[in-house]
């Protein structure tokens, strides 16, 4: 299993279909949610996190949603539920004209990002503005036609499984919020992160006429059609990891051969099974790497205070006793990170989900990014991104290729500073810069007011964020100044 694959399925239930749990997908795209649900790593997949996140002050609502807004032929006028959630505590009501900020769900349930996602509700008392959370199509209690498995197993319901079709979605309910609030004259900020936040841009350039401005924070939206070289993303892996100890870096980058060396012995495998404490035996060599690679990746995608996985693997690392081989560090590593446990399951991340389910069509249809590494460029074996062989992959488990070129057609991405200087506006680019997906993110403002906001997440610096938050607070207030400036002068004159 390659690298790609391995960080897809995790931190859910077992719900994958038989075709997929059969097929040996190469080449897949990491998940871009901006948290990690499953705090270090899930044992098993019982092991599953409740959640009871919509606070007292929220309630959850149900938009009937039509499925195909893009076509008229009779099928498409079916609809589902889909479900947004209100906190209107702190709104200063219709009167006021005070803004409407709405969150773009991503990739998972919304129960997951109500759980983590507090820049609305952090901001609300300031703004008096009205908190509105938006499920994505096919996610959570979003799902057309009941569930996961039997919406993926029908060809022509899962073509409307679409980052076009979602951010439609978003327009409608976000109209119905205005009308059902009696808030006609309140501006809309769309907010979201990663997947969510490429959609939150392109929401405001598809959509300005609903959404005054866009908050996108670790967006990748240039991670496609080879914009961005192949390898930015373990780049910027290996990058943080180097940062942080170069001793680390150097001793997961020789580690790769090393495994293989001892895998090649006589009982090798017998061996790193017993050196690793997996809970199973090792097949192959390859189960203990794509483990280790998603572990490192996992660690540096989600490298947050106060625990700061990263220093963790390379805590354990540096701290293995003198005279620890490179085998013994490396598991050292693992034992920091995940604690020390009676075994390690090396099927961790494979585990399928409703997530990795959805996940795994978007980037087989339309969210192709090429994500590789070629040799010796980063501290992971090579493994170059194959077009062909990723198209065929596809074709095979759908019976439809992807799409590689279609996010470019659709919402841009080439010569986007040239382009976007001109035509879009109001739109923020937030981005951490030892997040591996700000390497397809954009980092440097494009207009006055389509700004890119970066931080190095210096670690003598824990109010980087802090930081961070306020200067985009900034933009924010500056919109909507001009924003209520313009409807002053209009109204003036109706």
Same mark, same amino acid.
């Given at each position: 299993?390659?690298?790609?694959?391995?960080?897809?399925?995790?931190?859910?239930?077992?719900?994958?279909?038989?075709?997929?749990?059969?097929?040996?997908?190469?080449?897949?795209?990491?998940?871009?949610?901006?948290?990690?649900?499953?705090?270090?790593?899930?044992?098993?997949?019982?092991?599953?996190?409740?959640?009871?996140?919509?606070?007292?002050?929220?309630?959850?609502?149900?938009?009937?949603?039509?499925?195909?807004?893009?076509?008229?032929?009779?099928?498409?006028?079916?609809?589902?539920?889909?479900?947004?959630?209100?906190?209107?505590?702190?709104?200063?009501?219709?009167?006021?004209?005070?803004?409407?900020?709405?969150?773009?769900?991503?990739?998972?349930?919304?129960?997951?990002?109500?759980?983590?996602?507090?820049?609305?509700?952090?901001?609300?008392?300031?703004?008096?503005?009205?908190?509105?959370?938006?499920?994505?199509?096919?996610?959570?209690?979003?799902?057309?036609?009941?569930?996961?498995?039997?919406?993926?197993?029908?060809?022509?319901?899962?073509?409307?499984?679409?980052?076009?079709?979602?951010?439609?979605?978003?327009?409608?309910?976000?109209?119905?919020?205005?009308?059902?609030?009696?808030?006609?004259?309140?501006?809309?900020?769309?907010?979201?992160?990663?997947?969510?936040?490429?959609?939150?841009?392109?929401?405001?350039?598809?959509?300005?006429?609903?959404?005054?401005?866009?908050?996108?924070?670790?967006?990748? %939206? /240039?991670?496609?059609?080879?914009? *961005?070289?192949?390898?930015?993303?373990? &780049?910027?892996?290996? #990058? $943080? @990891?180097?940062?942080?100890?170069?001793?680390?870096?150097?001793?997961?980058?020789?580690?790769?051969?090393?495994?293989?060396?001892?895998?090649?012995?006589?009982?090798?495998?017998? %061996? /790193?099974?017993?050196?690793?404490? *997996?809970?199973?035996?090792?097949?192959? &060599?390859?189960?203990? #790497? $794509? @483990?280790?690679?998603?572990?490192?990746?996992?660690?540096?995608?989600?490298?947050?205070?106060?625990?700061?996985?990263?220093?963790?693997?390379?805590?354990?690392?540096?701290?293995?006793?003198?005279?620890?081989?490179?085998?013994?560090?490396?598991?050292?590593?693992?034992?920091?990170?995940?604690?020390?446990?009676?075994?390690?399951?090396?099927?961790?991340?494979?585990?399928?989900?409703?997530?990795?389910?959805?996940?795994?069509?978007?980037?087989?249809?339309?969210?192709?990014?090429?994500?590789?590494?070629?040799?010796?460029?980063?501290?992971?074996?090579?493994?170059?991104?194959?077009?062909?062989?990723?198209?065929?992959?596809?074709?095979?488990?759908?019976?439809?290729?992807?799409?590689?070129?279609?996010?470019?057609?659709?919402?841009?991405?080439?010569?986007?500073?040239?382009?976007?200087?001109?035509?879009?506006?109001?739109?923020?680019?937030?981005?951490?810069?030892?997040?591996?997906?700000?390497?397809?993110?954009?980092?440097?403002?494009?207009?006055?007011?389509?700004?890119?906001?970066?931080?190095?997440?210096?670690?003598?610096?824990?109010?980087?964020?802090?930081?961070?938050?306020?200067?985009?607070?900034?933009?924010i207030e500056g919109w909507l100044k001009t924003y209520y400036a313009d409807l002053h002068a209009l109204k003036r004159y109706i």
């Open positions: 299993m390659t690298p790609f694959r391995v960080l897809l399925f995790q931190f859910y239930p077992l719900l994958l279909l038989p075709l997929l749990l059969q097929s040996s997908v190469s080449h897949k795209i990491p998940r871009l949610s901006t948290h990690n649900k499953e705090a270090l790593i899930l044992r098993n997949p019982d092991d599953v996190i409740s959640t009871s996140a919509i606070s007292k002050d929220s309630k959850t609502h149900f938009y009937t949603q039509t499925l195909d807004h893009f076509n008229y032929a009779p099928q498409s006028y079916a609809t589902f539920r889909q479900r947004y959630v209100v906190n209107s505590k702190y709104w200063g009501g219709p009167s006021s004209n005070s803004p409407i900020f709405a969150y773009l769900g991503a990739e998972a349930p919304l129960d997951e990002d109500l759980e983590v996602i507090g820049f609305l509700n952090d901001n609300a008392p300031h703004f008096k503005s009205l908190s509105v959370y938006i499920e994505h199509r096919f996610y959570g209690k979003s799902v057309p036609f009941g569930s996961m498995e039997k919406a993926m197993k029908n060809g022509t319901v899962r073509g409307y499984f679409s980052s076009a079709q979602a951010i439609a979605d978003y327009a409608e309910i976000l109209l119905h919020v205005k009308h059902k609030f009696a808030a006609h004259y309140s501006p809309i900020i769309v907010v979201g992160g990663s997947y969510g936040g490429k959609l939150a841009s392109w929401f405001r350039l598809k959509y300005p006429h609903i959404a005054l401005g866009a908050l996108a924070s670790s967006a990748p %939206i /240039l991670y496609f059609d080879n914009i *961005t070289p192949q390898n930015g993303y373990y &780049s910027i892996v290996t #990058k $943080d @990891f180097k940062e942080v100890s170069e001793n680390c870096y150097r001793t997961i980058k020789n580690s790769w051969a090393e495994i293989d060396k001892v895998a090649s012995k006589p009982k090798g495998l017998s %061996i /790193l099974s017993q050196r690793f404490k *997996t809970c199973s035996h090792l097949n192959n &060599s390859n189960e203990l #790497k $794509d @483990f280790l690679d998603t572990m490192y990746s996992v660690a540096a995608q989600y490298n947050q205070p106060p625990s700061y996985p990263v220093t963790m693997v390379c805590k354990g690392i540096d701290g293995a006793p003198a005279g620890t081989d490179v085998i013994g560090r490396i598991f050292a590593g693992v034992v920091s990170y995940r604690g020390n446990r009676t075994c390690y399951d090396t099927n961790a991340y494979n585990y399928p989900s409703e997530t990795s389910i959805g996940w795994e069509w978007q980037t087989c249809s339309e969210i192709v990014m090429p994500i590789g590494r070629g040799e010796n460029d980063t501290m992971f074996p090579a493994y170059p991104f194959d077009l062909h062989e990723f198209i065929k992959t596809c074709k095979d488990i759908y019976g439809v290729p992807p799409r590689p070129h279609w996010i470019t057609t659709y919402y841009g991405g080439h010569d986007i500073k040239l382009v976007l200087s001109r035509f879009g506006s109001n739109i923020i680019f937030s981005n951490g810069l030892r997040d591996p997906y700000s390497s397809g993110g954009v980092l440097e403002d494009l207009s006055e007011s389509i700004v890119a906001v970066t931080t190095p997440k210096d670690k003598t610096d824990p109010d980087w964020l802090i930081m961070q938050r306020k200067k985009e607070i900034e933009i």
